[in-house]
């Protein structure tokens, strides 16, 4: 299984279009930073000097959320949390990062991620299809491997791109933090359930990474799926990034039906679990999580059966 992966890996890198991804990935993240140190140098030059305002200013915010009569558990959790981490900045003078820093724009980073999702789509969409565009699947196919392993390698080889696209961003967007904004004297506080504790900005990014990283795994392994169906990149690659840009619009439209709760855009980005950006109010992690590993084993399944059962000679 490894030297499949490995060969996989390197035919992948072994295309310009590979390169290309990664390099347009890092100028886009360089541009973004760019633009928005261009477009706040004014507006961000005095945001340090009003962190108490903001932190006030998040306690009053906190506590009418909190007097919502239809607020779910996890929400009261974050909203308490944040009065919390406001409060105990105020009483022991501990400022938070200015926007306008390196550290700030690294946590932010799972922001952008959806760039991640783009080109890991790309990938996932035409690693099967391509092998049948170009007629190298006859060949991939008659060698003495079993073809739940060819595809598992396949599979395998885009998760691998999507994670070194995602350590791209990060290091990307810090590099480009330091050189625009450079580095701020603030602190990041977390709130743990029972109390306020300082946390590295590092471990906070890689944390929201992880969480958003959700959303790359399951919209490719979508579009991972109707590769292997379909043999098509362009259906893959087109019907994945349109429903990648349509699908969160659609659980607003359900929201009041209680078929939302296992949509699967409902669940895709578990950053809402950390940043109280709830798609819906009544979610948990665990249950998302459920509905994700659901999803997964169906467009897995399907993968599965229809590679299995492929004629090569068609």
């Not at 290091?171 to 946390?199: K, P």
């Not at 399951?218 to 990648?244: E, H, K, N, P």
């Not at 999580?289 to 059966?305: E, G, K, N, P, Q």
């Amino acid at each position: 299984m490894l030297k499949l992966i490995q060969n996989e890996w390197m035919k992948l890198w072994s295309r310009k279009m590979t390169w290309i991804m990664a390099a347009l990935l890092v100028v886009v993240v360089f541009a973004g930073i760019g633009i928005t140190k261009w477009m706040n140098s004014t507006a961000t030059e005095n945001a340090n000097e009003n962190w108490r305002d903001i932190a006030q200013a998040e306690i009053a915010n906190s506590m009418v959320m909190l007097e919502e009569p239809d607020l779910s558990e996890p929400q009261a959790d974050y909203y308490e949390g944040r009065i919390a981490i406001a409060e105990h900045r105020l009483e022991n003078d501990i400022p938070s990062f200015e926007y306008a820093s390196m550290q700030q724009q690294v946590i932010d980073t799972h922001m952008m991620m959806s760039l991640v999702t783009l080109l890991a789509v790309i990938t996932a969409g035409g690693i099967v299809a391509s092998e049948f565009s170009q007629g190298t699947i006859k060949m991939l196919l008659t060698r003495p491997v079993k073809r739940w392993k060819i595809l598992t390698s396949k599979y395998i080889t885009v998760l691998l791109f999507a994670v070194v696209l995602t350590v791209i961003l990060l290091i990307s967007t810090a590099l480009a933090g330091l050189l625009f904004f450079g580095i701020s004297d603030g602190t990041l506080l977390v709130w743990n359930g029972s109390e306020v504790a300082e946390t590295s900005f590092w471990l906070e990014a890689l944390k929201l990474a992880a969480l958003k990283f959700s959303s790359v795994w399951m919209i490719s392994t979508f579009a991972f799926m109707l590769s292997t169906v379909f043999r098509s990149s362009s259906l893959a690659i087109g019907l994945s990034i349109f429903l990648m840009f349509t699908g969160i619009q659609a659980v607003f439209l359900l929201q009041n039906y209680e078929i939302v709760k296992y949509y699967l855009f409902t669940h895709t980005d578990l950053t809402q679990f950390s940043t109280g950006n709830f798609m819906i109010s009544d979610i948990t992690i665990q249950m998302s999580i459920v509905v994700l590993a659901v999803y997964f084993l169906v467009f897995m399944a399907i993968s599965y059966w229809t590679f299995g059962r492929r004629d090569i000679t068609a």
